[in-house]
């Protein structure tokens, strides 16, 4: 069928949605093409309003459809996957006066954003395809009063400056450098009416941007729900990129063992040919909570479990160990739990990612009721969970907890979190590193999946 056939047939601009769904997978393969469709589409509507609604052909000649026919062009065009281009060899803090200077050495140039943001405050520096492969020998400094890094999403790797108040960037500059190359950002102290000021001008910027992502957003293809009947699971390790979690000895961090027995865990379930299973990450890499819970929804989760494991500082609860399963509600268990999800729920704050002011009260209100036949499945493959991993591994005293852990709250998927762990265990840290206790383990969650579904087909549907 040819373009002016199909706009003829239908409302040219159900056709132009039509056509733009149909190219979703090739704009996202395509790392060459820098024109936006989703702003292509927004010009063109308001071309049709000023044309009373008129049909437009995609065979007229307009500055629009000339973009359309040069991001066609492009999409054909070979594409190239590249890994990082750049490695960062030292970061370093300088003071200089009154304002702290942070240098970074890159052994090649490469594009970088800095951003300020509040609550708490902290600057937020992102590397286009940059690697960091060693930990920098440096010191808080000045404004900086501690720092972390990873990779945030792929091909990013971000550093986050925590500051002792509000503070600016005062100038940014990159320059070659002999061997390599040299980013330089000066920071320095403000006001928090002037930090305001700024912040809430970036912002009005951003959401020029936020709506052409919103509106691609509603053109793309949701995931769709397997036709065979197969129940669909998705995995969250926890942490990950810029956020660690929490640190072992030796410095075994968090993100690493969890993510390594989820992809057990994933080989487990997928062995069993029963479930289509996913995870939200796959590698060392920051997602943010939302996105994860938005991850699970997409794709039509019937169970979501998040892997954990936690640390204790405190020298008297050294001999804390033993797995814990965790469900959602919003006064926790006891303070333990509390304490245990409001430091997993600062996740994206320590990632430098901004979070969103809460919803309206009616919103709240029907989320709950919503969520009230859902925390009871939760409830119950948390114990039929218990029931099967205390076959396999200790579990710890008062195993089944709940606690308002932002990543189980979604309002129709059984959600729950299993802290598989405590890191500063001895004993516990040996077996989270262990490939045979990771296969017993997940084994054992396996037999919980499915004694969990059949109870469910008992049960009733829902």
């Not at 992502?213 to 926890?238: H, L, M, S």
């Not at 129709?412 to 490939?435: M, R, T």
């Amino acid at each position: 069928m040819s373009y002016k056939t199909l706009v003829m047939d239908k409302d040219w601009l159900t056709a132009r949605l039509v056509f733009l769904g149909a190219c979703e997978q090739l704009v996202r393969a395509c790392t060459l093409v820098r024109v936006s469709l989703v702003s292509v589409l927004r010009a063109d509507v308001h071309l049709a309003r000023r044309s009373n609604g008129r049909c437009r052909r995609f065979g007229q000649t307009t500055p629009v459809g000339n973009l359309i026919v040069v991001a066609l062009v492009a999409l054909l065009l070979p594409v190239r996957v590249e890994a990082a281009d750049a490695v960062m060899t030292a970061l370093e803090l300088q003071q200089q006066g009154d304002n702290t200077v942070v240098v970074l050495r890159l052994s090649k140039p490469a594009q970088f954003r800095v951003v300020t943001l509040p609550d708490p405050y902290r600057v937020v520096v992102d590397l286009a395809r940059v690697d960091f492969p060693a930990t920098p020998a440096t010191q808080a400094l000045g404004v900086v009063k501690a720092f972390r890094y990873g990779q945030f999403v792929e091909g990013k790797l971000r550093i986050v400056l925590d500051t002792d108040g509000p503070a600016r960037v005062v100038r940014t500059g990159a320059a070659q450098i002999k061997g390599g190359a040299e980013v330089r950002i000066v920071l320095s102290t403000t006001t928090e009416h002037a930090f305001g000021k700024i912040y809430r001008r970036r912002k009005r910027r951003e959401a020029i941007n936020r709506q052409d992502a919103e509106a691609w957003a509603a053109v793309a293809e949701p995931a769709v729900k397997p036709k065979d009947g197969k129940k669909v699971i998705v995995i969250d390790p926890g942490h990950g990129g810029v956020d660690p979690g929490a640190l072992a000895a030796g410095r075994t961090l968090e993100k690493n063992i969890v993510l390594a027995f989820a992809h057990e865990l994933r080989k487990t379930l997928m062995g069993s040919g029963r479930y289509v299973v996913h995870m939200t990450r796959t590698k060392d890499v920051f997602v943010p909570l939302k996105k994860r819970v938005e991850f699970a929804r997409r794709h039509h989760a019937d169970l979501f479990i998040s892997i954990h494991a936690d640390s204790v500082t405190d020298k008297q609860y050294a001999t804390v160990s033993g797995t814990t399963v965790y469900t959602l509600s919003d006064e926790g268990s006891d303070l333990a739990a509390q304490e245990f999800a409001a430091r997993e729920n600062q996740s994206d704050v320590l990632a430098g990612v901004e979070v969103p002011d809460p919803s309206d009260a009616l919103t709240s209100i029907l989320i709950e009721l919503a969520q009230r036949e859902t925390n009871a499945r939760s409830e119950r493959f948390a114990r039929t969970a218990l029931g099967q991993i205390r076959k396999a591994t200790r579990l710890s005293r008062g195993p089944h907890r709940s606690a308002g852990f932002a990543v189980l709250k979604a309002p129709d998927i059984p959600s729950v979190l299993i802290e598989l762990g405590y890191l500063s265990n001895a004993f516990d840290a040996q077996q989270l590193k262990s490939p045979i206790w990771r296969a017993a383990v997940s084994r054992s969650l396996a037999r919980s999946i499915a004694r969990y579904f059949k109870q469910q087909d008992k049960v009733a549907p829902f």
